[in-house]
């Protein structure tokens, strides 16, 4: 079955970097656009940032220029380099796949289990 497997939360301070990865098996990997999300407690889900097949990359307003998402299609992985971490970057990041751009920004079909990460200031 599909498996979508999010690391490298962590608590970091304000102004640190983390790197999340999400790890892709049961897809078709090259063929899925890619996302991540993210959630603060008492707040909605909210897009970060997304890749499609080709490569094209969108952004939350919120994280342009701090946030970059990338994939590797030989490792079945997407990547969100996060620098110039802020306190209210924290929440559950999550990773998700869809069959395009237009699916993976407004109903992805799936999803990870989600990583903490908590900035403090």
């Known amino acids: 079955q599909v498996q979508l497997v999010e690391s490298g939360g962590g608590l970091v301070q304000a102004g640190g970097s983390l790197r999340l990865s999400c790890a892709a098996s049961?897809?078709?990997?090259?063929?899925?656009?890619m996302a991540w999300y993210r959630q603060a407690p008492g707040k909605q889900r909210e897009l970060v940032a997304a890749i499609s097949i080709s490569g094209y990359t969108i952004y939350a307003d919120s994280v342009k220029g701090r946030f970059t998402i990338s994939r590797d299609n030989a490792k079945n992985t997407v990547y969100l380099q996060m620098n110039n971490l802020k306190p209210e970057d924290t929440a559950v990041y999550y990773c998700?796949?869809?069959?395009?751009?237009?699916?993976?920004?407004?109903?992805?079909?799936?999803w990870g289990q989600g990583t903490q990460v908590t900035v403090s200031s």
């Open positions: 049961g897809l078709a990997f090259s063929l899925k656009a």
């Open positions: 998700a796949a869809g069959q395009n751009l237009a699916t993976v920004t407004r109903a992805a079909r799936y």
